[in-house]
């Protein structure tokens, strides 16, 4: 049995059709994948005009995922060591002070914990109360059938 769908080329004529067809396809496929590149340069550049902070994150996030995928070397290790414990020092040394002055200027506007805790209890206090009023005003409307 032969198979009808793939026949070689009887003349000169058929092969050169053959060969312009394919030429001709390879040349759309080539023009389709052009215009796909210039389209998608164009999308990034809208994207990164309109959200640069987005594109710098995410470039960030790529390369901490690329940076996290390949193993550490012993050069490395020790190289960093001392940089890592100044910059781990550094982060609590910014954290404490932080904490410090913050609590420091809650208190002088007089915001104490002990303040926080009567602010919140009154809150909830008034929510409560409100939910109570309101849901007997609801039960006393329901009753008179008004």
Same mark, same amino acid.
């Given at each position: 049995?032969?198979?009808?769908?793939?026949?070689?080329?009887?003349?000169?004529?058929?092969?050169?059709?053959?060969?312009?067809?394919?030429?001709?396809?390879?040349?759309?496929?080539?023009?389709?994948?052009?215009?796909?590149?210039?389209?998608?340069?164009?999308?990034?550049?809208?994207?990164?005009?309109?959200?640069?902070?987005?594109?710098?994150?995410?470039?960030?996030?790529?390369?901490?995922?690329?940076?996290?995928?390949?193993?550490?070397?012993?050069?490395?290790?020790?190289? =960093? *060591?001392?940089?890592?414990?100044?910059? #781990? !020092?550094? @982060? $609590?040394?910014? /954290?404490? +002070? %932080?904490?410090? &002055?913050?609590?420091?200027?809650?208190?002088?506007?007089?915001?104490?914990?002990?303040?926080?805790?009567?602010? =919140? *209890?009154?809150?909830?206090?008034?929510? #409560? !109360?409100? @939910? $109570?009023?309101? /849901?007997? +005003? %609801?039960?006393? &409307?329901?009753?008179?059938?008004?």
């Amino acid at each position: 049995m032969t198979d009808n769908t793939t026949r070689e080329p009887q003349t000169a004529a058929e092969e050169r059709g053959l060969v312009g067809n394919a030429r001709q396809r390879a040349l759309d496929a080539y023009g389709s994948a052009r215009d796909g590149v210039a389209n998608a340069r164009q999308r990034t550049s809208q994207g990164l005009d309109e959200a640069p902070l987005i594109a710098i994150a995410g470039g960030l996030a790529a390369g901490a995922l690329i940076a996290a995928l390949l193993p550490k070397t012993d050069t490395e290790t020790k190289a =960093l *060591r001392p940089v890592g414990k100044r910059l #781990t !020092d550094t @982060a $609590k040394a910014a /954290a404490t +002070a %932080a904490k410090d &002055t913050g609590t420091q200027r809650l208190a002088e506007l007089g915001l104490t914990p002990e303040k926080g805790k009567d602010t =919140l *209890r009154t809150i909830l206090e008034g929510v #409560t !109360d409100a @939910a $109570k009023t309101s /849901a007997q +005003a %609801a039960l006393g &409307t329901a009753r008179n059938g008004q």
